[in-house]
């Protein structure tokens, strides 16, 4: 990167990991009054947000950066609480499909507000402005 400092850069990496621990406090105490954890809300997040509120499970490891056995053991907790179900992938018999309930929309819809008020709330406006065009941050 021509023009910019190892200063810099480390600057910006140690702010970003700044933010995203105080983002992650936050929403681990805030998300926890709606009964979930962050990452239970980031799959059911993610569930809610792509078409026919289903996704299959590596796909959905990878888009919440966990591993599979990790993201295995998430999904078995929203399972028992009715907020996801599993099915198989009809054209790979090997393939599950995580698929959000009508439970786990609802509890979605009521942790969703609360989830972007703390992030809006936490993240600093220039992080905010600098992913929103694309920009890095000086």
């Known amino acids: 990167m021509s023009g910019v400092t190892d200063e810099t850069v480390v600057g910006t990496w140690r702010a970003i990991a700044a933010s995203h621990a105080a983002a992650n406090a936050a929403l681990e105490r805030e ?77 979605h819809a009521e942790a969703a507000p609360v989830h972007r008020e703390v992030l809006a709330r936490i993240l600093p406006p220039e992080l905010v402005q600098c992913q929103c065009t694309g920009t890095v941050p000086a």
């Not at 888009?63 to 056995?69: I, T």
């Open 31 to 107: 998300l926890a009054r709606q009964g979930l954890g962050v990452s239970e809300f980031e799959v059911l997040d993610r569930l809610s947000e792509s078409p026919e509120h289903k996704f299959r499970a590596q796909e959905l490891a990878d888009a919440v950066h966990l591993s599979q056995s990790a993201l295995s053991r998430l999904i078995d907790r929203l399972e028992k609480n009715g907020l996801v179900e599993r099915c198989l992938c009809g054209e790979d018999r090997r393939g599950i499909y995580v698929l959000l309930t009508e439970a786990g929309l609802r509890r």
